[in-house]
């Protein structure tokens, strides 16, 4: 008969998916649309003090999957937002906003001088501007990369946190 | 098995249930608690995590918990799935509802602010002429705020306040920082007040039912919990005009049970005991019920500002501090273009938010790295106005996991609420420029009704069952051996947080449900 003993067994690391493996080639984003986040991100959230920044952190990849699984209003932020900001690009400097300069670039993102409000401006491109301020610096500053390299994570909390499972 | 009949039936165990069964058990009465979510551990039910082990880098499951502002990727657990237990509202006017099922309930989560209300409020009808006074007095509620105060240990700074009354406070010596004190003696001069936060300490980790309520009832044996357990419909005896017990649906398994009691008691937090009460079409012959939903608008960080004297870490920590403005407007009549007031938090030596810097890239991280810890903020906490207008209602056409009728919300705010939040938004920003700090961000917009999680009223108390639900005794008019004792018997909220005032109640009406008992009244 089988009694009732408390089970000893070793808890094994485990890796996440991002560890082991290439997130695949952008599913939601256009190509176009997709060069045009990578580079806003190195942009917005750049490499600094040691520690990765956007490109490093594939932050563009993530909000990729992200962005794809959101509610449409949010997805139509960033395509609306990438597809103008290409567009003011090609029609200023002829050329795609991935191709840009840095110093070039920079100009086209004068809706982030402004200050912030409650509501998102109507703007389609000052909207989506204000969304990929925060969205990039987030995922790029929660990412495996920034953190292991010594960055305290963008939360409040910091890096970690207390993880709440299913309730029975 | 033949199900006896206990004294008290309580539907809830969050703060009012709790304080229900603390106080009812001790008289002597055997009391049932139903809790519609589960008994959690809490060393189980929670892990340490690195932000970047959750499947979403920390950022949350898009769509998840859409109306849950204070939910994140850590905590969405906790929160009720809106997708198992939906609402339904005007798109164009929204309200967050952000409730808990477990043992408990939100009393495991509150942010434990403390504080009373006062004649302002109990008899705000008396000093501005809108809606109606409490059938209630501060003079009534007074004993039982000292009692409620020292189960929860709140610790607090007596400052002999008329509209924010002192109590019995685990004295809080601690000195205001030297921020807070230069901000406190600006605002002075506008007749402003700043004291320390009033907290409940608590014991251990948890200020909350399930640790300072339920234990105690749970040792006089008079108390049965049954957790998992959905009320779908109070029981009514048309013939005898009393209730008898309550239907639920056991969560886990969907089977139908019917527990039966002498008197009932809902505690099951505001808009469900709402919910419950007009799915059993009882306890409404006034034609209230639903009606004056209201709570306070919350403006968090409505103005954030830079401090010159702590920037670049010039301070250290002794750059931190909070503190409470309690309202000062309004207090002797009309003397601003709305009624009533607002209350406001401040916190120094904080980081300001990213979004409120203008800058990007290179030069934002600078600015950040620059001001860290040298940021001061505020969050507006107004009161909102109880109006007829603002109500839920059941929507027939919507029923939840157990097939229960779920809320229709039709709330919004006024210009009354609108004024105040610009009044207070130019009165602390006024304040910050004449200290010399540099004001970063100056927002008057409120999250949607309903995201301070104080929601209050539509089931309220007054002394006439024509446009009331309750007498001051928390008791139906209608249905005498039927009470209500959470937020949703408020008749007005304050600008304060509301809940040592929704455990005094519950306690309040406990004691005189038990002596109502032995008198063989009820």
């Avoid at chain 2, 004190?181 to 605002?187: D, E, I, K, L, P």
């Amino acid at each position: 008969m089988q009694t009732s003993q408390t089970m000893e067994i070793q808890k094994l690391d485990m890796a996440v998916g991002e560890d082991a493996a290439e997130a695949a080639a952008p599913r939601f984003f256009s190509a176009a649309q997709f060069a045009t986040l990578q580079k806003l991100g190195g942009i917005l959230t750049p490499a600094r003090n040691g520690l990765p920044g956007a490109l490093e952190a594939q932050a563009a990849e993530f909000l990729d999957f992200l962005i794809g699984q959101s509610p449409a209003d949010r997805k139509q932020v960033y395509t609306k937002g990438l597809d103008a900001l290409q567009a003011a690009s090609v029609k200023k400097f002829g050329k795609g906003f991935a191709q840009l300069e840095q110093a070039q670039a920079a100009t086209l993102l004068s809706p982030l001088r402004q200050a912030w409000t409650y509501e998102p401006p109507a703007d389609p491109l000052a909207r989506f501007l204000w969304a990929a301020k925060t969205d990039v610096r987030n995922a790029t500053m929660q990412s495996k990369p920034y953190i292991t390299a010594g960055g305290g994570g963008a939360r409040r909390q910091g890096a970690t946190g207390l993880y709440w499972h299913e309730l029975d | 098995m033949a199900s006896k009949t206990y004294d008290v039936l309580i539907i809830g165990s969050g703060a009012s249930g709790g304080m229900a069964a603390h106080t009812l058990t001790k008289k002597g009465a055997e009391c049932l608690l139903l809790e519609a979510g589960p008994q959690v551990d809490f060393n189980r039910a929670r892990s340490l995590k690195n932000v970047y082990d959750l499947p979403y880098r920390g950022m949350g499951k898009p769509g998840r918990l859409s109306h849950v502002f204070q939910a994140d990727e850590f905590n969405a657990n906790q929160w009720v799935d809106e997708a198992q237990v939906p609402y339904t509202h005007d798109p164009a006017n929204p309200y967050n509802w952000v409730r808990v099922r477990m043992l408990g309930g939100k009393s495991n989560f509150w942010a434990r602010m403390s504080f009373r209300l006062s004649d302002y409020e109990f008899k705000a009808k008396d000093v501005d002429g809108f809606g109606e006074n409490w059938p209630v007095s501060y003079a009534e509620m007074a004993p039982y705020y000292d009692v409620v105060e020292g189960i929860f240990r709140v610790m607090g700074r007596k400052e002999g306040l008329k509209q924010l009354p002192d109590g019995n406070f685990v004295e809080d010596r601690s000195p205001d920082g030297p921020l807070i004190t230069r901000f406190g003696q600006a605002s002075k001069k506008l007749g402003m007040t700043v004291t320390k936060i009033r907290r409940a300490l608590g014991q251990g980790p948890l200020a909350s039912s399930l640790n300072l309520l339920l234990p105690g009832a749970m040792e006089t044996g008079k108390l049965t919990i049954v957790p998992n357990a959905v009320a779908r419909e109070i029981s009514y005896d048309k013939s005898g005009g009393r209730v008898t017990g309550v239907h639920f649906v056991d969560k886990r398994t969907g089977r139908e049970m019917h527990a039966k009691a002498r008197v009932v008691v809902v505690a099951a937090s505001c808009l469900e005991s709402t919910r419950l009460l007009l799915n059993s079409n009882i306890a409404n012959s006034s034609g209230v019920l639903g009606r004056y939903l209201h709570d306070q608008f919350y403006i968090v960080r409505g103005v954030a500002a830079l401090i010159p004297e702590a920037k670049g870490g010039k301070m250290g920590r002794g750059a931190a501090g909070s503190g409470y403005v309690p309202r000062a407007q309004n207090l002797n009549g009309k003397d601003k273009k709305y009624i009533r007031g607002y209350c406001f938090d401040l916190n120094t030596g904080n980081t300001p938010d990213t979004r409120f810097f203008p800058y990007f890239g290179e030069e934002l991280e600078q600015k950040i790295d620059e001001w860290r810890g040298a940021g001061f903020s505020s969050t507006i906490m107004g009161e909102v106005l109880p109006r007829y207008e603002n109500h839920v209602r059941i929507d027939k056409t919507v029923k939840d996991a157990w097939g229960i009728p779920v809320l229709n919300f039709q709330c919004k705010y006024t210009d009354n609420e609108f004024e105040m939040a610009k009044d207070a938004v130019e009165t602390i920003s006024g304040v910050c420029q004449e200290l010399g700090w540099e004001v970063l961000n100056r927002n008057t917009k409120m999250f949607p009704p309903g995201y301070s999680i104080h929601e209050l009223g539509t089931c309220r108390m007054g002394d006439n069952p024509k446009t009331s639900v309750l007498n001051k005794w928390n008791q139906s008019h209608d249905i005498k051996n039927l009470f209500v004792v959470d937020g949703s018997s408020f008749v007005t909220g304050g600008g304060q947080n509301p809940t040592m005032t929704i455990l005094a109640l519950s306690m309040r009406a406990s004691e005189y449900m038990a002596e109502q008992m032995n008198k063989k009244e009820l």
